[in-house]
Every structure is written in structure tokens, then in C-alpha cells.
T-cell receptor
Framework: RKEVEQDPGPFNVPEGATVAFNCTYSNSASQSFFWYRQDCRKEPKLLMSVYSSGNEDGRFTAQLNRASQYISLLIRDSKLSDSATYLCVVNSIETSYDKVIFGPGTSLSVIP | DGGITQSPKYLFRKEGQNVTLSCEQNLNHDAMYWYRQDPGQGLRLIYYSQIVNDFQKGDIAEGYSVSREKKESFPLTVTSAQKNPTAFYLC????WGSGANVLTFGAGSRLTVL
């Protein structure tokens, strides 16, 4: 089993739609969680951190379920500019270092 | 402005040549990382360094080498031993921001072997 898994995608949605991405992680000792966004041929950029209580940033809502080892990202009122690949990122402390694991990403295309 | 600078942005190499990719950060971050990304694939960790003069192999270190002589700099050498080096290489550093210990990436270096 991969350490971080995401919906395979791609997701093709019309403008204005609500879309949800799911991510699961295998290491129950994982401590921090993030969503990154990567545009085509560009570097990943932090979209938002994910907190245990859930958090919202404008049209974006992130949720964490530690018991199920599950993270989600909800995008409401999708815009054309939301088209990108969304990466789930999990951080855990292993014996002597911080381990940062990226999921494979889920591609989103928002269609006019 | 603080950030991470990678160079060159594009690089072409002949088989059998070593090339070095530069990564410089002025964020005062201790930890730095090198990732490789192939088309349609996720990021794979090559090497990381948590402090000056120390670095550790990641998941795909074979055919690569690094140094960390200064806090600001973490160059990656792609050696001739790397069998399939054509890829997008991303350097990152890690430090506190947005309320968490987050990775910040450079713009990447795209290496093509001819």
C-alpha cells in the first residue's frame, strides 16, 4: 500500500460546480497535513494546511479525520483558474528526521 | 523577497556527462530537499538535508550526489550513473509559515538528456 493515496482523477467539472478530493495515508503517527496545488510544468505551491478541527479559506475547505486516516479538500463554486493538480502532503516524524510524503496528485479541469 | 532560486531552468546534457543543478534559498531554512518529477507522476525524494554538512538519501538517490556546505545552498549533481535522468527537478526548503512547518519550492530545473 502506498503511504499516501489520492483519487486517481482526472476530474472534469463545469464552472460553478463543487468538487471534493480525497486522500488517505497509512502512517497513523503522521502529524501534519497539507494540500498543495501544482499548475502544469510549474512547481507545487502551498494551498492550505489541514487542521484537526477542519479549516476554510474562501471557497476551499479542508478536513482531517485522524481515526480514518483520511483528508479531504472541497472546492466550491469552481473557477477556470482552479484547473491544476492537487497534491495531498503528509508529514511524520520518523526515527531521526521529518518525512514529507506527497500523494500522486489529482488533476482538476474546470470547463466553461 | 525571500525565496528559492534554482538554475538553470532548462538544461540539455549528452549521455555520459555529469551536470550540477543549483539551489539557493534566502529563507533562513535549515532543511532542504531535492525531488524528481516525471511526466504525469508524483514527486519522489532524491536527497534531503536537515542541517549544514549533513544530508541523507531519499527514495531514489542512486546516480545523484549532493553537498551542503552552506545553509543557503544545496546543489544536486546528476551523474552519468543515473540511467534515466530526463525529468523535472524540484528543490525545496522547509520552515515555519502559514502556521505550520511547510515546504517552499523553487521554480524547478528541467533536464533533458540527448
Amino acid at each position: 500500500r502506498k503511504e499516501v493515496e489520492q483519487d486517481p482523477g482526472p476530474f472534469n467539472v463545469p464552472e460553478g460546480a463543487t468538487v471534493a478530493f480525497n486522500c488517505t495515508y497509512s502512517n497513523s503517527a503522521s502529524q501534519s497535513f497539507f494540500w498543495y496545488r501544482q499548475d502544469c510544468r510549474k512547481e507545487p505551491k502551498l494551498l492550505m494546511s489541514v487542521y484537526s478541527s477542519g479549516n476554510e479559506d474562501g471557497r476551499f475547505t479542508a478536513q482531517l479525520n485522524r481515526a480514518s486516516q483520511y483528508i479531504s479538500l472541497l472546492i466550491r463554486d469552481s473557477k477556470l483558474s482552479d484547473s491544476a493538480t492537487y497534491l495531498c502532503v503528509v508529514n511524520s516524524i520518523e526515527t531521526s528526521y521529518d518525512k514529507v510524503i506527497f500523494g500522486p496528485g489529482t488533476s482538476l479541469s474546470v470547463i466553461p | 523577497d525571500g525565496g528559492i532560486t534554482q538554475s538553470p531552468k532548462y538544461l540539455f546534457r549528452k549521455e555520459g556527462q555529469n551536470v550540477t543543478l543549483s539551489c539557493e534559498q534566502n529563507l533562513n531554512h535549515d532543511a532542504m530537499y531535492w525531488y524528481r518529477q516525471d511526466p504525469g507522476q508524483g514527486l519522489r525524494l532524491i536527497y534531503y538535508s536537515q542541517i549544514v554538512n549533513d544530508f541523507q538519501k531519499g527514495d531514489i538517490a542512486e546516480g545523484y550526489s549532493v553537498s551542503r556546505e552552506k545553509k543557503e545552498s544545496f546543489p544536486l549533481t546528476v551523474t552519468s550513473a543515473q540511467k534515466n535522468p530526463t525529468a523535472f527537478y524540484l528543490c525545496a526548503s522547509r520552515g515555519w509559515g502559514s502556521g505550520a512547518n511547510v515546504l517552499t519550492f523553487g521554480a524547478g530545473s528541467r533536464l533533458t538528456v540527448l
